[in-house]
């Protein structure tokens, strides 16, 4: 796992700005730092060392030296493919998987990101042609960051490596704002940052003469076949335990994160790691980690865990931000720096549970009553009557079954988290910061890719392509790389994507909310009874009882007085939100976190607008 960043520019590229930009990511490979400059490509590329620790060092060269990659991730299939060139006659000096999808883009071209199973974004430097290649894989594991800028065209792993340069120009996107207050994460291709977008997952890039030209390499869509669920149950198993063994492909040890829930423990059975980590907080009712001690005594493994204060929560705060490089509002990103800096200290690679409520459907709010489902599949004109007449009769027990249920799903799901609606953001936000776009203008698109297929698959297909690479993986990477340690996400693997694709939606629900019905049955061998059915959790956080405690009642306070958030927002607005939730008239701490979230984001990034000082972020852990 690495970092990569750098420039392609029209005049001689400036090397002390490339080594500053390099320097801004240190975090995400502390163990070597390499550099690439010619006339008009400058690269830098930070290494944290997991496979060929002697020989991998980037950028990396091809033999003729035509070709020069930087590239961040694990290719899991790397020695298959080693072979499949060594039998075409290209020559290898190295074991690493670098040299895999550098040679392979010599060979193949850009079809070798079809032929690559892991997590990855990189770039390829072609000297001879003055072309440079990038992609990101599928899932959107490994971030992709681009900027055209005047003459300047740059890449990297992360926003924050383009700001030392002096060509890049740091503004603010407004534009941005107001759908992160709906989403609690910046849902737009274009960052916080004006002018730098994402690579989309599954997506390729070629830039030339100042030209860039994107292309989709894959599509992940959902394509449900009948099979006995039995049958199903035992080819996830089958899949998964092998995707589990391939992401364990590794010249350091090899740790895994653990909860109380069944995606963790799955990974962790399978696994069988010497070291397992779990974090919980110092009050009553948000401490999974006797679980997880629970579930290692039984099967024999470590578990090294941390309860994590209150005050050590909200110091860390300026840290989340700082290492989330765009707006965070996802509470649970908080436990899982905790956690992830609990592992660093003994560990550089972790597996987790990541991407299993997408692909099994593991989501609560996926989970409906088979008499709703019942309504759902009568004709539109009839649930639209019905709920007409349900809507001018006094409230009544049911009221809310006939309305929600005539309405489409695209009018009532926006993923698993819905902070402020349309109207209210409207109303918390300064006219600046206002916008005709809704909601609706980011899910819609996902919801027309597939209009003939259920509502489940629509909700899982919508967090697939949005939640999950957007919150999901974002915070996952910019948490752990923060602390030098390489996560690794087996579920998100394009062996176990080709099994669960094809699960029908009758298969993934049973009885009273037990979801991800086919994953469950599938670790019935090797997990005992009591955890197979154990409730969705993730990492619980009392700030909901914190913001009620007069001491973070005015923390709050104090950032929502600051003058320049009156830029951003109508103050008066927030104070009446936190003043309902201290007094206990309402639960506003979502819409609460959200807001204080990114004004932390915006004092760290333009400390200059805010009359403060420079954020010092602090180092990786010491193994």
């Known amino acids: 796992m690495c970092g990569i960043t750098g420039f392609i520019s029209r005049s001689a590229p400036d090397v002390n700005a490339l080594h500053a930009m390099g320097d801004t990511i240190k975090h995400r490979g502390p163990d070597g730092e390499g550099y690439y400059v010619d006339d008009h490509c400058a690269i830098a590329h930070r290494r944290l060392s997991i496979i060929d620790l002697a020989n991998g060092d980037q950028p990396m060269y091809s033999p003729d030296g035509r070709y020069v990659i930087a590239y961040n991730g694990e290719i899991y299939n790397y020695r298959e493919l080693r072979e499949e060139l060594k039998a075409a006659g290209i020559p290898f000096s190295t074991n690493c998987d670098t040299e895999v999808i550098l040679m392979g883009y010599a060979h193949w071209g850009v079809e070798v990101t079809k032929k690559l199973r892991g997590m990855f974004a990189f770039v390829i430097w072609d000297k001879e042609k003055q072309e440079l290649f990038g992609a990101r894989d599928p899932f959107g594991i490994k971030p992709f960051y681009y900027a055209p800028m005047g003459d300047y065209f740059f890449f990297g792993s992360e926003c924050k490596s383009f700001l030392p340069h002096p060509a890049f120009k740091k503004e603010l996107n407004p534009d941005a704002l107001k759908l992160y207050l709906t989403f609690q994460y910046s849902a737009l291709n274009e960052s916080f940052f004006r002018g730098v977008y994402r690579l989309l997952p599954g997506h390729y890039f070629l830039h030339r003469d100042g030209i860039t030209e994107f292309y989709s390499y894959t599509r992940l869509t959902f394509d449900p076949e009948n099979m006995p669920l039995d049958q199903r149950t035992k080819q996830i198993r089958e899949v998964v335990t092998e995707s589990v063994e391939a992401h364990q492909i590794s010249d350091v040890e090899v740790g895994a994160f653990l909860s109380g829930g069944i995606d963790s423990s799955v990974i962790t059975a399978l696994s069988r ?31 090294y865990s941390k309860l994590i204060t209150a005050q050590e929560f909200f110091d860390i705060l300026p840290a989340i931000q700082y290492f989330a490089d765009e707006p965070n509002a996802n509470l649970s990103t908080v436990p899982l720096y905790f956690l992830s800096r609990l592992a660093a200290q003994d560990v550089k690679v972790v597996l987790s549970g990541e ?45 809310g079954f006939l309305t929600k249920g005539a309405k489409d799903i695209r009018d009532v799901f926006v993923g698993q988290a819905f902070i402020f609606d349309n109207d209210e953001a409207e109303r918390v936000l300064t006219p600046k910061y206002r916008s005709p776009l809704t909601w609706k203008d980011v899910t819609g698109p996902y919801f027309d890719a597939i209009p003939d297929a259920d509502d489940l698959i629509k909700m899982q297909y919508l967090d697939l392509h949005l939640w999950q690479p957007l919150d999901i993986l974002r ?4 948490m752990t790389m923060a602390n030098a340690l390489e996560l690794r996400v087996p579920y998100l693997d394009r062996k176990v994507w080709s099994v669960a694709r094809a699960i029908p939606s009758s298969q993934k629900m049973r009885g009273k909310m037990v979801t991800k019905y086919p994953l469950r049955m599938a670790a019935v061998p090797f997990l005992p009874d009591d955890w197979i059915n154990r409730p969705k959790a993730g990492f619980l956080v009392p700030f909901i009882a914190w913001l009620r405690d007069e001491k973070y009642y005015n923390w709050a306070k104090e950032i929502i007085d600051r003058e320049y958030v009156s830029e951003f927002f109508d103050r008066d607005y927030l104070l009446d939100l936190l003043e309902r939730h201290y007094s206990g008239q309402e639960k506003t701490h979502r819409k609460l976190y959200t807001v204080l979230s990114f004004l932390i984001w915006y004092q760290v990034y333009f400390p200059e607008k805010c009359g403060a000082e420079p954020f010092v972020p602090p180092a990786p852990p010491q193994r």
Do not use: I, M, W
């Open 355 to 399: 991407g299993a409520d997408e692909l099994f459907a593991g989501y609560e709010t996926y989970h409906t009553t088979r008499l709703y489902r019942a309504y759902r599949k009568l004709p539109q004109f009839l649930r639209s009557a019905a709920a007409a007449v349900a809507g001018r009769l006094p409230r009544f027990h049911g009221q």
């Open 273 to 303: 790691p010497d070291k397992t980590y779990s974090v919980g907080f110092e009050r009553e009712g948000f401490n999974e980690t006797h679980e997880a001690q629970a579930l290692c005594q039984e099967l024999g493994l470590k578990n």
């Open 475 to 478: 915070k996952a990477d910019r």
